[in-house]
């Protein structure tokens, strides 16, 4: 224990005293982490509140939204809204899912608060990088937000920002201007605090790992966050520059995105020899990894609220992780798959399509561990594992659509559609979620010492659940049918028959975003009122459940740092806890499939 | 493991069947040039309308003046044709006319930010890049009257950035383009 004991100590420092440190400028990574969590829950509410908005004016479009012009006089005049407004709502709505949601809670906020306990850490080894990560990350988000509430509003490009629409200013619209540069400083704070935030991870896999704990015994959720830190090292750092070169052409006059001759309201732009498609291959080559970034930590807790309620171990935890790691590297290859008809080299499409399909075969072998594990298997069925299995169900239905989309003769059709639209929400952004929720209904536990009501958690899944398959499966027919993305109404002739579908829609929306409060007033009744947790409520094995309290300690484990004995699933087994046994655990057992 | 090799086996195979099908599919479009008797149509976009081009009788078209554009007094394209020869035959147009069963040779030009033509009924489907004028082929089989519309988000008014595609015959399109070329 002794050499891991003194490199621990890099880390250490005492518990803080002031309130200021203790709660607002914390050094401690579970603050953090619940910082990380809370500014993931405003994000999301507000991401909602958009979405509702923006479904109502699809499905009725001169609807009179009550109240609305109190939110943007301009945008909303006599309470209806301005296409321009839609569209401003629509990219908003995205980059803070995408970014401040789906980013930051699976990863950023669990992984805080979670990794250095699961590998048997006091804290992250850079404690002030990692405050640094969460203030400058809130820093972006108080960006982005500034941004409704400047001249024009917020930029209405779309959370890709493709240029030259984005890089031109004022003179291509609405919140192009200030907007946009606004927009460009929030993701790039945003992509400083994820690479200080992704090298602390790093560090702490890699050099604060307790005696024992060897890399395969690390849990599948350090696995996930930790293959994901290094994503979010190398697309981060490609997404800062290029926010810094898009934020140049607006207030530097360069002409990095911007090519010449542009005439926009008869006017020539003083623009020359920038290049549009660059803009899309740098976003892009980190917009692929992005997805993966949002999903593989959601991978890692699915796996790790499964197995103890499976009672057993997943079929492979070994070729879970390879595939993990396969995931990752084949991020970067198939950035491309987004471009298929933006006008790069026809041939570049199919050198970008076969690794597209190729990254199904990691992803098909993940979805079969689980189903082969649950085959047979007697769940415990509570909110963790309900959400658990929602996400896989999610995953395997969002995946399918991507066998087509990964072609791109068939996205000569299916680009730009609803098709894609669907097939985001479900295997990337609805799916995250869930694995979101399963992280909470399962940690909630450890991290405020109360238990979550079981039967509220179960109505709030059934109604999500069902709910998120009756808003994004008539996605995919209206994509094929030909409706396109990003329009605020149906002008073409064609598309004015699908508006009774994006009717029922909205009111499925509607009533799915309404059941989202049950989860709201949950957490908060169970933070003050809840049952008091049990030492170890899920009968489950890796280390966050040795902590002496719950929530633990301020260094996690009273001074002690406990050493670790066993893989980190061993269930099924005979022990003298019953059929488990605790990794810090000496005792000897008869492991069913220790791999480490 | 045997679940791991089966699965290898089974998505690889439909992965490398899906793919060269795709790929061959994909090349029928894209990897062969147009045929030597292709009608050439330039097709203009920008915020918020499509304008099409035909070259007119000399089958050339003018050079485009990007500081002439000028939306008020209907020269789209920047045509200068007190000047240029070959721009003063050329037709500009709002809707797009096409021979049915004649191959089409698409010239596509962006006069500002980001777009895209797609006809879905045909499956057409192709990006406008500001500053890389890009061309594509297709002929359309069937008569009959389709809508344009724009697919890269370009601006406000995006969802009603659409014109209309009408195949006809040969004789009905000879008779419609005489019959913009007098009214230019």
């Known amino acids: 224990m002794h050499e891991m004991a003194s490199q621990a100590h890099v880390a250490h420092h005492g518990p803080p005293t002031s309130f200021i440190r203790k709660y607002i400028f914390s050094l401690g990574h579970k603050v953090i982490g619940k910082q990380y969590y809370g500014l993931a829950f405003i994000s999301v509410l507000i991401g909602m509140f958009l979405s509702w908005l923006m479904r109502v004016h699809l499905g009725w479009t001169n609807a009179k939204i009550p109240g609305l012009h109190l939110l943007s006089p301009s945008g909303a005049p006599g309470d209806v809204m301005t296409p321009e407004y839609y569209l401003q709502l629509m990219t908003m709505h995205a980059t803070l899912m995408v970014f401040f949601v789906l980013t930051t809670a699976p990863f950023a906020a669990f992984g805080n608060y979670f990794l250095p306990i699961q590998v048997g850490a006091e804290d992250m080894p850079f404690p002030h990088f990692n405050m640094m990560s969460f203030w400058v990350t809130f820093a972006g988000f108080l960006a982005l937000i500034a941004s409704f509430f400047v001249g024009d509003g917020p930029t209405l490009g779309g959370w890709t920002q493709y240029a030259p629409l984005s890089a031109v200013g004022s003179v291509a619209g609405p919140g192009e201007g200030m907007g946009v540069v606004l927009w460009a400083i929030s993701i790039g704070l945003f992509c400083v605090g994820q690479l200080l935030g992704a090298l602390n991870f790093i560090t702490t896999t890699l050099d604060m790992r307790t005696k024992g704990m060897s890399l395969w015994r690390m849990p599948m959720t350090v696995w996930g966050w930790f293959i994901t830190s290094v994503m979010g090292l190398t697309a981060f750092a490609v997404l800062m520059p290029a926010c810094i070169l898009l934020i140049l052409d607006h207030v530097a006059g360069t002409s990095f995105f911007v090519p010449s001759n542009l005439v926009i309201n008869d006017q020539l732009q003083p623009h020359s020899g920038g290049s549009t498609l660059l803009w899309q291959h740098l976003f892009w080559f980190f917009g692929h990894p992005e997805v993966y970034i949002a999903i593989v930590p959601g991978m890692g807790i699915v796996s790790h609220v499964l197995i103890p309620n499976l009672r057993r171990p997943l079929l492979s935890h070994r070729v879970l992780i390879y595939s993990f790691g396969a995931l990752a590297v084949l991020s970067y290859m198939v950035y491309g798959h987004h471009m298929f008809v933006s006008g790069m080299n026809p041939v570049s499409s199919i050198a970008f399509s076969f690794p597209t399909l190729i990254i199904t075969i990691p992803s098909t072998i993940i979805v079969l561990i689980w189903l082969a594990s649950l085959y047979g298997s007697r769940l415990r069925i509570n909110s963790a594992s309900l959400f658990a299995l929602g996400f896989i169900s999610m995953f395997i239905t969002g995946g399918v659509s991507g066998f087509f989309l990964a072609q791109p003769s068939l996205d000569i059709m299916l680009h730009a559609t609803y098709f894609v639209v669907g097939h985001f929400h479900m295997v990337m952004a609805v799916a995250a979620m869930f694995g979101i929720f399963a992280g909470t209904y399962f940690w909630f536990p450890k991290m405020f010492g109360r238990m979550m009501d079981e039967r509220l958690g179960k109505l709030h899944f059934w109604l999500t659940f069902v709910g998120a398959y009756a808003i994004f499966m008539p996605f995919h027919y209206l994509g094929l049918a030909g409706n396109i993305r990003r329009y605020q109404a149906f002008a073409p002739d064609y598309m004015q028959r699908f508006i009774p579908v994006h009717q029922f829609i909205t009111i499925a929306a509607l009533i799915t975003g309404a059941a989202q409060l049950i989860f709201v007033y949950n957490l908060v009744y169970s933070r003050y009122r809840g049952a008091p947790a049990p030492e170890n409520p899920w009968e489950a094995t890796s280390l966050e459940w040795s902590t002496p309290s719950s929530p633990p300690p301020f260094d996690n484990f009273g001074g002690q740092l406990p050493v670790v004995y066993h893989d980190p699933y061993q269930y099924g087994i005979e022990s003298s806890t019953g059929d488990y046994v605790m990794q810090t655990s000496p005792e000897q057992i008869k492991s069913v499939r220790d791999e480490a | ?184």
Not at chain 2, 64 to 92: C, R, W
Not at chain 2, 118 to 128: G, K, M, N, T
Not at chain 2, 142 to 154: A, D
Request: charged residues 15%.
């Open chain 2, 1 to 184: 493991m045997g679940l791991v090799i089966a699965a290898f086996l089974l998505v690889g195979t439909e992965v490398l069947a899906l793919g060269a099908f795709g790929a061959k599919a994909w090349a029928n479009v894209y990897f062969t040039p147009p045929g030597a008797d292709a009608m050439p149509v330039q097709v203009q976009a920008g915020q918020f309308a499509f304008y099409f081009r035909y070259p007119g009788p000399d089958g050339k078209f003018g050079p485009i003046h990007p500081d002439m554009v000028n939306e008020s007094n209907q020269n789209f394209y920047g045509l200068d044709q007190t000047h240029d020869a070959d721009s003063k035959d050329d037709i500009v147009t709002a809707e797009m006319a096409i021979p049915v069963n004649h191959e089409i040779h698409l010239l596509m030009h962006s006069k500002d930010v980001g777009h895209a033509f797609f006809v879905p009924e045909l499956r057409v489907h192709q990006d406008f890049v500001p500053g890389l004028d890009l061309s594509l082929h297709f002929t359309a089989t069937k008569i009959g009257r389709y809508e344009i519309v724009c697919t890269q988000l370009c601006g406000l008014g995006h969802y009603n950035m659409k014109a209309y595609l009408s195949v006809m015959s040969q004789e009905d399109f000879d008779k419609w383009l005489k019959q913009q070329a007098a009214n230019q």
